[in-house]
């Protein structure tokens, strides 16, 4: 998650006074506002639980009212605190921490405690509705969700729940999956849009995995109609034969030979992000990524208008990480995500072994970069617990203690280690406007083929040099 302050706000007090807000955004998006008392309150009880040896450097008080650069200063100095916390894989997951942002969030968008009803959606479209509070936090709207599904509670921590952004004309945008520290009624009801959803999908990666999910009745339903559905929107590939015998399958209801099949195509299980831009293999390239199979995998437009395709691979990245900036609005236009006429513009950047001894950094610019990189980070989080002979209920458990490395804006995030890093110095590349062709999301149709990305506007299956399907 990336956590950043990027403005200010004077606001009136209810004596009349006014104060200063800091505007705590995560993703872009706005979490909270908060004001500096209420953090140096977090800050002293951090230190009271942890000690003051574990707790970061907290911006001191000041006797008098502060001068805009003093303003501005304090701003910069809660941002890398904020930043710090959140990094420490002790404080970052503690329940202080999370609680601490969680009534943040419930009191910056003004939303009393009481009974609610929560829409959930599954792949397929079908909506769940759910009795919640709206101060439920993620890990009890999920567990409402199974409850209502009759999912066993072993089964629950293969699932998540995600913010997505499905548009009229078919677009579907993962925005990110919700995390420990929010409300999920309150992330979906602040948005004010219709477009904005919450949905179901497995949380893991290894399709070995899929075997425990299918023993169960609810599982195999979820896995089927996320696997259908993966189908329609041309994230799986699949030639007219292939299309055929799916076609088939679900006809005779045959929900695990359907399964079975859909895992030996290309692209099964992966997640597809909307076109961004990259720097590999040359600055300015249009590139469609998607991530599964332990890789980001490129699908790229040159500048010559060529078409290739390439996968990065997880065990061959050194280390990778988010950074933001602030960068005027061209078109003059308001964007929520970002102060007056300033946007956030994110990037991915990740250091590859393109060769023996030759390490590259290579970048994505994208609104969702953060979340290919809570994706990166799974991959490895499960690398490292299959290695280490855990399971994936560990691994959930390891995930909340806050055990393995999490990625930030401008931290490092390692996996396994390869070499020792060059000049991390890279050059900033242009941004892409354009979006996702529509899709069907009514099932397997004729035209599933003819929707998938990689069917159209990419051809064939280049290689890019240095770039191998083994890992180390």
């Not at 439920?136 to 699932?159: C, I, N, R, S």
């Not at 520290?181 to 849009?193: A, D, M, Q």
């Not at 280390?319 to 308001?334: D, H, I, L």
Request: proline share 4%; hydrophobic share 35%; net charge neutral.
């Amino acid at each position: 998650m990336h956590f950043s302050i990027p403005e200010t706000e004077v606001r009136s007090g209810e004596n009349g006074s006014t104060y200063v807000a800091y505007n705590i955004h995560v993703n872009g998006v706005l979490h909270c506002r908060v004001r500096y008392s209420q953090l140096l309150g977090l800050h002293e009880q951090i230190k009271k639980e942890y000690g003051n040896n574990v707790v970061p450097a907290f911006p001191p008080k000041k006797i008098f009212t502060l001068t805009p650069a003093e303003v501005e200063q304090r701003r910069e100095q809660l941002e890398k605190y904020m930043q710090a916390v959140r990094q420490d894989p002790m404080l970052g997951t503690s329940e202080m921490f999370n609680s601490f942002l969680r009534k943040a969030q419930q009191e910056t968008q003004q939303i009393p405690t009481e009974e609610v009803q929560l829409e959930v959606h599954l792949s397929n479209g079908q909506k769940v509705r759910v009795n919640i509070l709206t101060s439920d936090q993620t890990e009890d709207v999920l567990e409402a969700v199974a409850t209502k599904l009759d999912l066993p509670d072993e089964l629950v921590g293969y699932f998540s729940l995600s913010l997505v952004q499905e548009s009229a004309e078919g677009g579907y945008t993962f925005v990110r999956k919700l995390q420990e520290f929010e409300l999920p009624y309150v992330s979906v009801t602040s948005l004010h849009s219709p477009d904005f959803h919450i949905v179901l999908r497995k949380s893991y990666w290894d399709t070995a995995y899929d075997n425990d999910v299918m023993d169960n009745r609810v599982g195999l339903n979820l896995l089927y109609s996320q696997t259908v559905s993966d189908i329609e929107r041309g994230w799986i590939l699949v030639n007219k034969d292939q299309h055929r015998q799916l076609k088939s399958l679900q006809e005779k209801g045959s929900k695990k030979e359907l399964i079975r099949l859909a895992q030996t195509l290309k692209y099964y299980g992966y997640i597809k992000f909307d076109p961004c831009v990259t720097d590999f293999p040359e600055k300015g390239c249009h590139v469609i990524v998607s991530a599964g199979n332990n890789e980001l995998n490129f699908h790229v437009k040159l500048p010559s208008e060529q078409m290739k395709e390439g996968s990065f691979k997880v065990t061959r990245m050194r280390c990778w990480r988010v950074t933001s900036s602030q960068v005027p609005v061209t078109n003059g236009s308001a964007n929520p995500c970002s102060s007056a006429k300033c946007e956030v513009k994110l990037e991915l950047a990740f250091e590859y072994l393109m060769s023996k001894d030759r390490l590259q950094w290579v970048t994505i610019t994208s609104p969702q970069a953060i979340m290919m990189s809570i994706c990166l980070q799974s991959m490895v989080d499960e690398l490292m617990v299959k290695k280490s002979g855990g399971s994936i209920k560990k691994m959930q458990k390891k995930r909340l203690n806050g055990a393995l490395h999490r990625s930030d804006s401008n931290q490092a995030v390692k996996s396994p280690p390869l070499l020792d890093s060059p000049d991390p110095n890279r050059e900033q590349v242009v941004k892409l406007s354009t979006k996702l062709t529509s899709v069907s999301l009514r099932g397997i149709s004729a035209s599933s083929s003819n929707n998938d990305i990689s069917g159209n506007d990419f051809h064939g299956n280049y290689a890019f040099e240095g770039i191998g399907d083994d890992d180390l």
